[in-house]
């Protein structure tokens, strides 16, 4: 499986963007690119993926890099609820949907 | 919303009985999974189960075996339960067939301890 890299740890000021970023040299060209989080207390929560092009919802933006290697999950005005720990996972395509988790980066939020 | 819920938050067990942890999801899914968190190691997962009576292994299936007798709940039983299997364990359901990728929705969770 795909293996990604992570900062163990960020930090980020309240209502300033954070920008997450994740390498994965060794992406194959059916793998998925996933971002959980998980609060304190709480089972991970899913916030966005994509395969090449950009996504955006309602939580977050990923961007994706042309060459895939890397990617990062931007968030666009952190509140203290955004403090969590975030996972960036690949995914076959093919898979059955299994996914495996890293050890993420923390996120701090300082008001 | 989907909600997957665990039968327990908190579980206290003696070594050697058997434990059953459940988890039902109330959204139709297809998939469901089971995992455990451990400090320094991330979620692993044990076993997942893609439709009613099917299951596989994941990465870490010793000691540990699972039952799917209806779409919407999923159980992790410990045959007889080991210190070593103290941990958070993960409930987690996804829709449907990978391809595009479905999310995975996850229960809070049951700490487990094994005295």
Redesign the interface.
């Known amino acids: 499986d795909a293996k990604t890299t992570q900062p163990n740890s960020m930090e980020s000021n309240e209502e300033e963007p954070v920008h997450l970023p994740c390498n994965h040299s060794t992406i194959s060209g059916t793998d998925?690119i996933?971002w959980?989080r998980q609060l304190p207390s709480?089972?991970?929560?899913?916030v966005i993926?994509g395969?090449t092009s950009n996504v955006n919802n309602r939580m977050a933006s990923l961007a994706i890099a042309e060459d895939r290697k890397s990617s990062t999950l931007i968030l666009h005005r952190a509140t203290l609820r955004d403090a969590a720990v975030y996972?960036c996972i690949l995914?076959d395509?093919?898979?059955?949907?299994?996914?495996?988790?890293?050890?993420?980066t923390k996120l701090s939020v300082k008001p | 919303d989907v909600k997957?819920t665990q039968s327990s938050r908190y579980l206290v067990k003696r070594t050697g009985e058997k434990v059953f942890l459940e988890c039902v999801q109330d959204m139709d899914h297809e998939?469901m999974?089971w995992?455990r968190q451990d400090p320094?190691l991330?979620?692993?997962?044990i076993y997942?189960s893609?439709d009613v009576k099917m299951k596989?292994k994941?990465?870490i299936p010793e000691g540990y075996s699972v039952s799917r007798e209806k779409k919407e709940r999923f159980s992790l039983i410990l045959e007889s339960a080991s210190t070593n299997q103290t941990s958070m364990y993960?409930c987690?359901s996804?829709l449907g067939p990978?391809?595009?990728?479905?999310?995975?929705?996850?229960?809070?969770?049951t700490r487990l301890t094994v005295t």
Not at chain 1, 93 to 104: C, M
Not at chain 2, 98 to 109: A, I, N, T, W
């Open positions: 998925y996933h959980y709480q089972g991970p929560e899913y993926h395969l996972y995914e395509g093919g898979s059955q949907g299994n996914l495996i988790f890293g050890k993420g | 997957v998939n999974f995992y320094g991330g979620l692993r997962l997942f893609y596989e994941g990465d993960l987690a996804s990978p391809d595009p990728p479905s999310e995975q929705y996850f229960g809070p969770g």
